[in-house]
Nanobody, 122 residues
Framework: QVQLVESGGGLVQPGGSLRVSCAASGNIIVINAMGWYRQAPGKERELVARITRGGSTKYADSVKGRFTISRDNAKNTVSLQMNSLEPEDTAVYYC????????????????WGQGTLVTVSP
């Protein structure tokens, strides 16, 4: 079984910065893509940023130029550096990974973390 654990959430002022991180653990063979999603109250979960094992990235238009996603393949971690934060960024941020495990070799399973709350407020 694979587990994803997020950390780094908290309260930040508008215009400030925050870095959230995610660590994958378990009987992992390899992780393909990893990403960050967020869900604000009353809204659907949306993609924030995604990164492949090779380093190709994709960002939501609303965060492009402000957020940067990165990963460490050796440690199976992914981070999201969030700059110039706005109140609209307030949400629970979830880590996501496509992982191949010993339990299901040859297939990628989608795994989600428990989420970490980011609140942007004066």
């Amino acid at each position: 079984q694979v587990q994803l654990v997020e950390s780094g959430g908290g309260l930040v002022q508008p215009g400030g910065s925050l870095r959230v991180s995610c660590a994958a653990s378990g009987n992992i063979i390899v992780i393909n893509a990893m990403g960050w999603y967020r869900q604000a109250p009353g809204k659907e979960r949306e993609l924030v940023a995604r990164i492949t094992r090779g380093g190709s990235t994709k960002y939501a238009d609303s965060v492009k130029g402000r957020f940067t996603i990165s990963r460490d393949n050796a440690k199976n971690t992914v981070s999201l550096q969030m700059n110039s934060l706005e109140p609209e960024d307030t949400a629970v941020y979830y880590c996501n990974a496509d992982a191949m495990t010993r339990q299901a070799p040859g297939a990628y399973l989608e795994v989600w973390g428990q989420g970490t709350l980011v609140t942007v407020s004066p």
